[in-house]
């Protein structure tokens, strides 16, 4: 099972400021099948980029997702109010099981 | 447009069964691997179980394996969770969800449904 550990476990900024969120593999994950999700307090989760640096239907291009193998990234570069929230990294491999990452928090600093 | 709406979560002891189902319109659902995903409060997201799209191969996390079967009714639109000797550590928000759009990531989610085990 490939477990995606996520840090830091809250990034503390200011709106306007830059976000970087990291999520890292125990092994070797295909580009393809790494996403990323955006979580507000009561909602479902939203999918924001998928194969590791596309965005997803609707997503601001302040959003972009960049790395490979072990280590991805998710970058915000200008913080909206509406940017606050839980961020998850997931994987789906060439087998089960999917997993996801614990998560990072985003808050106002 | 296309929606998933699951329903039949609720309260329950420890040991005791419960069905949740997630019905789905506005796509071709017999075309779409269906997932299950929950998440419990205050934790993160955890991946449970899927099925194909007969019905053919299903999957599960470990910690459910046994206990848990997930169904389909291609006929109805409707994914099934049947949940039996439940634990207080099942407690969660039950999410249906599918890679809708070619993306191999998950699209579409339902709204979820709770599932609390307590005596």
């Known amino acids: 099972e490939i477990v995606l550990t996520q840090s830091p476990g809250t990034l503390s900024l200011s709106p306007g400021e830059r976000g970087t969120l990291s999520c890292r593999a125990s092994?070797?994950?295909?580009?393809?099948?790494l996403a990323w999700y955006q979580q507000k307090p009561g909602q479902a989760p939203r999918l924001l980029i998928y194969?590791?640096?596309s965005r997803a239907t609707g997503i601001p291009d302040r959003f972009s997702g960049s790395g490979s193998g072990t280590d991805f990234t998710l970058t915000i570069s200008r913080l909206e109010p509406e940017d606050f929230a839980v961020y998850y990294c997931?994987?789906?491999?060439?087998?089960?099981?999917?997993?996801f990452g614990g998560g990072t928090k985003v808050e106002i600093k | 447009q296309v929606q998933l709406v699951e329903s039949g979560g609720g309260v329950v002891q420890p040991g005791g069964s419960l069905r949740l189902s997630c019905a789905a319109s506005?796509?071709?659902?017999?075309?779409?691997?269906m997932h299950w995903v929950r998440q419990a409060p205050g934790k993160g997201l955890e991946w449970v179980t899927f099925?194909?799209?007969?019905?053919?191969?299903?999957y599960y996390t470990d910690s459910v394996k046994g206990r848990f079967t997930i169904s389909r009714d291609n006929s109805k639109n409707t994914l099934y969770l049947q949940m039996n000797s439940l634990r207080a550590e099942d407690t969660a928000v039950y999410y249906c969800?599918?890679?809708?759009?070619?993306?191999?990531?998950?699209?579409?989610w339902g709204q979820g449904t709770m599932v609390t085990v307590s005596s």
């Open positions: 969800a599918i890679f809708h759009g070619g993306s191999l990531a998950f699209d579409i």
């Open positions: 506005g796509f071709t659902f017999s075309n779409y691997v």
């Open positions: 099925i194909r799209y007969d019905g053919s191969n299903k």
């Open positions: 092994q070797s994950v295909s580009s393809s099948y």
């Open positions: 194969g590791a640096s």
């Open positions: 997931q994987q789906y491999g060439s087998s089960p099981p999917l997993t």
